[in-house]
């Protein structure tokens, strides 16, 4: 069997060769597209070039049903004129608003034009009479009463805020009172003196019982501080009321420990004992509490 002649040769052609001759063949009725088994039977070509040609038929016949679809659909919406459409015609005007549904409105009725009227003596001109003014009604009220209406530009005096060194002037003394108190308990509990720098500076010394005020009564003064200030986080502003509370107790037991050891040589009764020694401790504890929030205030 001998190769059929397409394009005036019998040689093995490429697909775009093909192509033209594949387009041509003739097709049963209902069928786009040539079948596989016939482009290799008509071209005696490999199943490899047949359904690369096939390929590209299916691609054109799709191509073509897409450009069909389109132009149905836009002769639909009335952009694109059908052949049947006369265009000898004179074209209907492009209205910018949507034509009305419905049958022709009811013609505008004949108005007659305006038509000036010849006065020979004019008019006397109206005269527009103001209205009169109505008086301001003032509320009764007491004579040495300000009018709610009338603002007061009057500034207001400075209020001069509360000092707190009279504070700190008055707590002294029971400052000094704690102090003596702390230093004689520390001395009578073993707290006296030492040298901490042996061998290196001999002559000098250090009385530890002072230790005793200065690490209770100045840790309870700034507990109480930080406490009445709430500059500090909820947990922080928690343990320091406490632990201000418990060093003035502390400091109050101290004192009346100390004194509770020395009355003995001068016959006072121990509650009256016991109630003077907590006095400083208050008084510090007051004063301390009212110069902070005096500086708080400010």
Request: charged content about 15%; overall charge negative.
């Amino acid at each position: 069997m001998t190769a059929p002649t397409i394009n005036g040769t019998k040689f093995p052609q490429p697909v775009d060769m093909l192509l033209p001759a594949a387009r041509a063949l003739d097709l049963p009725d209902g069928q786009q597209i040539p079948s596989r088994n016939r482009l290799m039977r008509e071209f005696r070509i490999g199943a490899a070039k047949a359904d690369d040609i096939l390929a590209r038929l299916k691609a054109e016949h799709d191509s073509r049903d897409r450009a069909e679809t389109l132009r149905k659909a836009l002769i639909l919406r009335g952009s694109l004129l059908t052949p049947e459409a006369d265009t000898n015609g004179p074209a209907a005007p492009r209205l910018d608003y949507p034509e009305p549904i419905g049958p022709d409105p009811a013609p505008a009725p004949d108005v007659p034009e305006f038509v000036p009227v010849l006065d020979p003596t004019p008019a006397a001109p109206v005269k527009i009479t103001p209205a009169e003014q109505v008086e301001q009604v003032t509320p009764v009220s007491h004579p040495d009463t300000p009018s709610p209406t009338t603002p007061d530009h009057t500034p207001a005096a400075p209020v001069r805020s509360a000092v707190a060194w009279p504070v700190v002037l008055l707590a002294l003394p029971a400052f000094v009172a704690i102090w003596s108190g702390w230093v004689g308990l520390g001395g009578l509990t073993g707290f006296g003196v030492v040298h901490p720098l042996p061998g290196i500076a001999d002559g000098f010394s250090l009385n530890t019982a002072i230790t005793l005020p200065i690490g209770v009564e100045t840790y309870g003064a700034y507990a109480l501080y930080v406490w009445l200030s709430g500059r500090v986080p909820p947990r922080a502003l928690r343990f320091a009321k406490w632990s201000a509370i418990a060093s003035l107790l502390v400091g109050a037991l101290g004192q009346v420990a100390y004194h509770l050891l020395v009355a003995p040589a001068t016959g006072a009764p121990w509650w009256i004992t016991t109630a003077v020694s907590v006095l400083p401790v208050a008084v510090l504890g007051m004063g301390a509490a009212l110069a902070h929030l005096v500086r708080a205030h400010d």
